[in-house]
Nanobody, 122 residues
């Protein structure tokens, strides 16, 4: 088992920034690809960004490309999501997840965090 705990969410004005963190514990973090997803009220969960174990070949949803940056520190078992130029439409619960392979498909992520709320005011 891998336990994932997100933090860093909050309320921010449009144009502002937030940095989300996701700390993994339990079974080794080693080898897992990590992803960030988000879910707004009455909407399906959607892919935001992913990063493989090596840290290279990151991939982003078009809606966040150029504004969000995913990174990881394997020594700290932590993955980050730096969010800049935030927009009201970025408002959602953000989840981190771990998968055995680099993918954007939620069903292929085996472990999920509990989520952290991000609210962007206009």
């Amino acid at each position: 088992q891998v336990q994932l705990v997100e933090s860093g969410g909050g309320l921010v004005q449009a144009g502002g920034s937030l940095r989300l963190s996701c700390v993994a514990s339990g079974r080794s973090f080693s080898g897992y690809s990590m992803g960030w997803f988000r879910q707004a009220p009455e909407k399906e969960r959607e892919f935001v960004a992913r990063i493989p174990w090596s840290g290279g070949s990151t991939y982003y949803a078009d809606s966040v490309k150029g504004r969000f940056t995913i990174s990881r520190d394997n020594a700290k078992n932590t993955v980050y999501l730096q969010m800049n130029s935030l927009k009201p439409e970025d408002t959602a619960v953000y989840y981190c997840a771990a998968a055995a392979t680099a993918t954007i498909r939620p069903p292929l992520y085996r472990y999920w965090g509990q989520g952290t709320q991000v609210t962007v005011s206009s």
